[in-house]
Structure formats: C-alpha cells, structure tokens
C-alpha cells in the first residue's frame, strides 16, 4: 500500500505542472461557438453561441501572427561566410483592447487580457558563401507555456559598395509551439534596405528599414464549448458528446497577409552588438458574417505595435 501511495504521488508531481496554465496561455473556447444550435437536429440553442465567432478566430490568428514575428532586429547585410552571430533579443508588444467591434481584437487568454505583451528571444545567425545567411529565433510568449520558432534564409542582393545602400531579402517561417486545440504559423517575404557607417576602428553603425509581407496559416481541432460537462451526458445518445462542439474556419495563407514596416540602427563596436527597432503592423480589414443572419461586413483590424532590442555577439 505503501509503495501504491509513492507512485499515486509521483504520477500526480509529473502530471500536474503540465495541466497548469499560465495567464497568457490561450483557451480558444472563450471566443465562443460558431454553431447557433445544440447540433444539427435539434433547435435548442448552443452553449456560447457567437455569431461571429469565425471572424472573432480569424482576428485573433492574424493579430497574434503579427506578434509572433514583429521582430527583425537585423540589417540586410549578411555576415559574410564565416561569420556568426548569437543575440539575446526583448520585444515589447502593443495589444489592441479586447472586443469584436473595429479596432479591436480578443486575445483568449486565461486571465484578463493586458495591454502589452514581453516576448524575449534567442536568435542565432550563420553567414554562407554567395551572400546568402541562415538563421534561427527561439522566442517565449512572457508567463505562458507558448513558444515561437522561427527559420529564416536571407540574401543580399546588394552589400559592400560604397555608394550605393545594401539590400536584402529575407525568407522566414514562424511556428507557434505549446499551444493546444489550434494551430498557427506565419511566412513572409522581408525586403531591407540600409547602410553601415564606420565611425572608427571595428565601431559601425547601421540604420536601415524595411517592409515585410506576412501570410498567416491556422485551424483549430474539435472544441467542446460545454465546459461544464458530466460523463453522464454522453449517456442518452452515441453522439451527445458531439453536442456544443465546433471547429472555427480555417485560415489559408494567400488570404490573411499582414504587412509590417520596420526601422531600426545596429551598434557594433568589436565583436559587441547592440540594436534597437521599432516595428507596425498593418493588418487591414477582414469580412465577417454573422451566422445568425448571414450579413456580411468588413471589420477593420487594428495595428500591432512593438519595440524591440538586441544584445549579442557578432564574430
């Protein structure tokens, strides 16, 4: 009995840090059912019902794309085929004010949304023959269990010249991990410009800018939008515990692109690295319809605003 009771309290010491959620962590069943009825047979009304909670979703994907890769933090010179570069990076991130009206966005977070978000980062960046630079961000969404990950390969198609700004083309992907009923990835196109001024010695300093197309992808699993429910209430019929359950519309990537623009000015002095840029995402309107009456209307998204900083080394 004893040795029962040792594994009861290890299996509960394993198990239970993973069913706790942080503030920040998302419980996407707040945004409401997209389905008016109980279920397809039946005219008793849905548990939670929104009529625009397809639209609600799709706000949410598209807004919380924008935070996951409102970061560039570099110039669109590369490193050079020997060069590598380790940064530990901060970005502060503006959230809209939770609603469904324009100009606003509900991010369903466990706890009452907050008005700003901290997203710090570890990104590490790999110089290549022919202009071209591979990269890596490993990102943590502040008190939460969410993680984002990004790769991304960057060419310049113009550096070094004298006269003449540096230019640069970045591909990236960015996945949001450790989130559960949903997923959510981001891929843009990032076109840079700027120019490195020496100001003495191995000390330069870059201000440069850019704009950054941004596709959104997401889908979510079935979710159960009775909460509440009792195992005894899947025992009347086969499929009662697909009542109050629903899937929201999928988001297709050439369909939800939000466009970033971004300015910044990097600080090198030896092989010490310092930077700092601001960035605005413009995500434009989305149509929405109402599953009550089937009207249709365009919702104006708000932009994503953030600050973000760079400390690193840069070989």
């Given at each position: 009995?004893?040795?029962?009771?040792?594994?009861?309290?290890?299996?509960?010491?394993?198990?239970?840090?993973?069913?706790?959620?942080?503030?920040?962590?998302?419980?996407?069943?707040?945004l409401?059912?997209?389905?008016?009825?109980?279920?397809?047979?039946?005219?008793?009304?849905?548990?939670?019902?929104?009529?625009?909670?397809?639209?609600?979703?799709?706000?949410?994907?598209?807004?919380?794309?924008?935070?996951?890769?409102?970061?560039?933090l570099?110039?669109?010179e590369?490193?050079?085929?020997?060069?590598?570069?380790?940064?530990?990076?901060?970005?502060?991130?503006?959230?809209?004010?939770?609603?469904?009206?324009?100009?606003?966005?509900?991010?369903?977070?466990?706890?009452?949304?907050?008005?700003?978000?901290?997203?710090?980062?570890?990104?590490?960046?790999?110089?290549?023959?022919?202009?071209?630079?591979?990269?890596?961000?490993?990102?943590?969404?502040?008190?939460?269990?969410?993680?984002?990950?990004?790769?991304?390969?960057?060419?310049?198609?113009?550096?070094?010249?004298?006269?003449?700004?540096?230019?640069?083309v970045?591909?990236?992907?960015?996945?949001?991990?450790?989130?559960?009923?949903?997923?959510?990835?981001?891929?843009?196109?990032?076109?840079?410009?700027?120019?490195?001024?020496?100001?003495?010695?191995?000390?330069?300093?870059?201000?440069?800018?850019?704009?950054?197309?941004?596709?959104?992808?997401?889908?979510?699993?079935?979710?159960?939008?009775?909460?509440?429910?009792?195992?005894?209430?899947?025992?009347?019929?086969?499929?009662?515990?697909?009542?109050?359950?629903?899937?929201?519309?999928?988001?297709?990537?050439?369909?939800?692109?939000?466009?970033?623009f971004?300015?910044?000015?990097?600080?090198?002095?030896?092989?010490?690295?310092?930077?700092?840029?601001?960035?605005?995402?413009?995500?434009?309107t989305?149509?929405?319809?109402?599953?009550?009456?089937?009207?249709?209307?365009?919702?104006?998204?708000?932009?994503?605003?953030?600050?973000?900083?760079?400390?690193?080394?840069?070989?």
């Open positions: 009995m004893r040795t029962f009771s040792r594994w009861m309290a290890l299996a509960v010491l394993m198990c239970g840090p993973a069913a706790y959620a942080d503030r920040n962590d998302f419980e996407l069943t707040k409401g059912n997209p389905n008016q009825f109980r279920n397809q047979n039946s005219t008793e009304a849905a548990a939670n019902f929104n009529p625009e909670a397809h639209g609600d979703f799709r706000a949410f994907a598209r807004t919380f794309a924008a935070v996951m890769t409102s970061a560039n570099m110039p669109p590369t490193l050079g085929h020997a060069g590598f570069s380790l940064n530990a990076e901060l970005s502060v991130i503006g959230l809209p004010p939770p609603g469904n009206a324009d100009g606003q966005v509900t991010l369903p977070t466990e706890r009452t949304q907050t008005d700003s978000l901290l997203l710090p980062s570890l990104h590490v960046r790999k110089g290549l023959p022919f202009s071209l630079e591979l990269g890596a961000r490993l990102g943590w969404i502040d008190r939460s269990s969410m993680f984002t990950a990004t790769g991304e390969l960057k060419w310049a198609v113009n550096e070094g010249f004298t006269w003449l700004p540096d230019i640069g970045r591909l990236h992907v960015t996945r949001l991990m450790g989130n559960k009923d949903f997923d959510l990835t981001a891929a843009g196109l990032d076109i840079g410009v700027g120019k490195q001024f020496p100001l003495g010695g191995m000390v330069t300093l870059t201000p440069y800018g850019g704009i950054d197309l941004v596709g959104v992808v997401a889908s979510t699993d079935t979710l159960d939008f009775q909460q509440d429910r009792q195992l005894r209430d899947t025992s009347a019929t086969p499929y009662a515990g697909l009542d109050n359950t629903g899937v929201y519309q999928e988001l297709k990537l050439g369909e939800n692109v939000n466009t970033r971004y300015g910044g000015v990097r600080f090198i002095g030896g092989v010490l690295q310092l930077g700092a840029e601001f960035s605005l995402s413009s995500q434009g989305i149509a929405v319809t109402n599953a009550e009456t089937g009207a249709t209307r365009d919702r104006a998204l708000p932009a994503v605003v953030a600050f973000n900083t760079t400390l690193g080394l840069d070989f």
